[in-house]
């Protein structure tokens, strides 16, 4: 297990299903939490393949900050089937400071254990990662 900055480890699951995710394509997206109680950043939620990126939205606590990684299809003007890997930092204005600190300081080194994401978002509300704030960073 890596430690990350705060003190927080990554448990060895979540970068063996971003592995998943990244090579086989087993995964449209995946949620991850920090459970306090063991100091450890470990896995929320498994988006399946045919999930959309309203699944990943709804799948997000309207009061709690979570990390997310999504692979977006898209195709290019070109007519080039493309994909990106997007890491989401979901840090409501509604959750608890305390767990926002958490996040915060620990998301630089949880996000470098994740090799191969190729696009970042911050988000506070669910504006700020809107489908057409994804597309527009995918391009």
Do not use: H
């Amino acid at each position: 297990m890596a430690n990350s900055a705060s003190g927080m480890a990554v448990n060895d699951e979540c970068k063996r299903k971003f592995l998943e995710l990244k090579s086989k394509r087993s995964y449209r997206f995946i949620v991850f939490k920090i459970e306090e109680k063991i100091q450890q950043v470990v896995i929320d939620k498994l988006g399946d393949t045919n999930d959309s990126y309203d699944d990943l939205i709804a799948s997000l606590p309207a009061n709690e900050c979570r990390y997310a990684v999504y692979d977006f299809d898209f195709t290019t003007n070109e007519n080039c089937q493309k994909s990106k890997i997007f890491f989401i930092s979901w840090s409501p204005d509604s959750s608890r400071v305390r767990s926002k600190m958490l996040y915060a300081s620990s998301k630089d080194r949880f996000r470098r254990e994740l090799d191969g994401v190729q696009v970042e978002l911050q988000a506070t509300d669910p504006s700020e990662m809107s489908f057409d704030i994804v597309k527009g960073r995918a391009y």
